[in-house]
């Protein structure tokens, strides 16, 4: 049990930024118990205008503004301190496969791919 996080891509335009359906065409970046991270997708959800009250297997696109925001709050250490039941500890060793999903979903974008986040927990 524990926080399992993911990245995704499609090959479809969702109707919507969050809570939509899609057939996933390929995994791009896992991580595992990153509960900052999680933290801070959940607020990103929010401010789309997620709605559901519990963020967990939900999804919700990366455009790339999102991500070029990501990797300016993973470079300043702005990820918000995130806690919750199985979620485990981001310790900060995370960084580099961090900036590394970055790479691989603007690569994905270009090719034009839909990527998105979704967790389960």
């Known amino acids: 049990m524990g926080l399992?996080?993911?990245a995704l891509t499609t090959t479809e335009k969702p109707a919507s930024n969050v809570d939509f359906d899609a057939d996933a065409h390929g995994e791009l970046h896992y991580w595992r118990k990153h509960?900052?991270?999680?933290?801070?997708?959940e607020k990103l959800y929010r401010e789309k205008g997620g709605a559901a009250q519990s963020f967990n297997c939900v999804r919700m696109v990366l455009a790339t503004p999102d991500l070029d925001?990501?990797?300016?709050?993973?470079k300043d250490?702005?990820?918000?301190?995130?806690?919750?039941?199985?979620?485990?500890?981001?310790?900060?060793?995370e960084t580099a496969g961090d900036l590394a999903f970055i790479g691989k979903a603007r690569a994905a974008i270009q090719e034009g791919l839909t990527v998105y986040y979704t967790s389960w927990w």
């Open 77 to 93: 250490s702005r990820l918000p301190d995130t806690q919750g039941f199985f979620f485990g500890e981001s310790d900060g060793s």
């Open 69 to 74: 925001r990501l990797e300016a709050d993973f």
């Open 4 to 6: 399992d996080m993911f």
């Open 35 to 41: 509960p900052d991270l999680h933290g801070w997708m």
